[in-house]
């Protein structure tokens, strides 16, 4: 009934549009990258200074200076540049990133957005550009699963960890629906099969509303190898 990972970052995918300059976020929305559509042309933004993200390198084409912000070994497509720490910032900042995708671990239903926990253990408070690219990109969507492990909700009516940025987040993705938030709160267009509206409902934390074209949910048969 759930997606995995793997199909959360496939359905992301199919909503990047050609020309576009999307900045992924550690985890598992680099997997994003790996299922873009055929023929669509897409640039990927890495802030530490990469504009033209290519897949990863193999062990043959490695190289320890070539790496992204989550210090995986990349290559870089046609067409990419190399900047500084400033300039990358100064793109994010001035508002030329079309979307960014994170992960989270809580949205509220007005977008408010936390996706970093100073609780976490031996890691400290690690928000990294999460800020600069919540704050100033064109669009913030979200890809995370829709329950924590113990089954609390995800999508809440108030944040009760530190904020990322208020009112920032556009669309969600989760492993049982696909959702909006607009001036009303968030608004289901796509529910996995098998799983009432209700019991959608029982696993989310804010209200939720569901458009009048609501759709089930699917993806193609993939095995679940994005990172965690």
């Not at 193999?58 to 320890?64: G, L, Q, V, W």
Request: charged share 20%; hydrophobic share 45%; net charge negative.
């Amino acid at each position: 009934m759930k997606l995995n990972r793997s199909q959360m970052a496939w359905r992301a995918a199919q909503d990047i549009g050609d020309g576009w300059l999307v900045n992924l976020g550690i985890g598992l929305p680099v997997a994003v990258a790996d299922h873009i559509p055929q023929g669509r042309d897409v640039f990927f933004h890495s802030e530490n200074g990469v504009i033209g993200v290519g897949p990863l390198a193999s062990t043959e084409r490695a190289d320890s200076d070539l790496v992204d912000a989550g210090s995986r070994q990349i290559t870089l497509r046609a067409g990419a540049s190399i900047v500084d720490s400033a300039w990358s910032f100064s793109l994010i900042r001035g508002g030329h990133i079309d979307v960014t995708v994170l992960g989270a671990f809580e949205v509220a239903g007005n977008g408010d957005l936390a996706n970093w926990d100073m609780k976490i253990p031996n890691k400290g408070p690690l928000v990294g550009g999460a800020m600069d690219l919540a704050a100033a990109a064109k669009a913030v969507w979200i890809v995370m699963e829709h329950n924590t492990r113990s089954g609390g909700p995800r999508i809440v009516k108030e944040c009760t960890l530190p904020l990322t940025a208020k009112r920032c987040v556009k669309r969600i993705y989760t492993d049982l629906a696909v959702m909006e938030i607009g001036p009303s709160g968030v608004i289901v267009h796509e529910i996995v099969d098998g799983l009432s509206r209700e019991e959608l409902q029982k696993r989310s934390g804010a209200p939720l509303t569901f458009a009048a074209d609501c759709k089930a949910l699917t993806a193609p048969p993939l095995a679940d190898v994005a990172p965690q």
